[in-house]
Nanobody
């Protein structure tokens, strides 16, 4: 069973920083793109940032210049460094991963989510 485990969420004041981690484990033959999404109450889930195995990154306009996505392929882990946080960044943050399962099946998996709350 392939799974993603996220950590690093919490409560922080506006202007502060948090670092999220997402580690993949289980029956994964290989991994491809990893990404972070977020969902605020009453809103749709939205893309925050994605990164390919080669390190090519894409960011939502709302987080450019403040958030940095990175990954350690040897550890099957992606990170999201969030600086200069704003109250509007408050949401549940989800990790997402394109994988090839053992047996060659392509799949896309989600983590359980981690709460980020930014107080004003």
């Amino acid at each position: 069973q392939a799974q993603l485990v996220e950590s690093g969420g919490g409560l922080v004041q506006a202007g502060g920083s948090l670092r999220l981690s997402c580690t993949a484990s289980g029956s994964i033959f290989s991994g491809d793109r990893m990404g972070w999404y977020r969902q605020a109450p009453g809103k749709q889930r939205e893309l925050v940032a994605i990164i390919t195995t080669g390190g090519v990154t894409t960011y939502a306009d709302s987080v450019k210049g403040r958030f940095t996505i990175s990954r350690d392929n040897a550890k099957n882990t992606a990170y999201l460094q969030m600086n200069r946080l704003k109250p509007e960044d408050t949401a549940v943050y989800y990790c997402n991963h394109d994988i090839v399962r053992v047996g060659g099946i392509l799949d896309n998996i989600w983590g359980q989510g981690t709460q980020v709350t930014v107080s004003s």
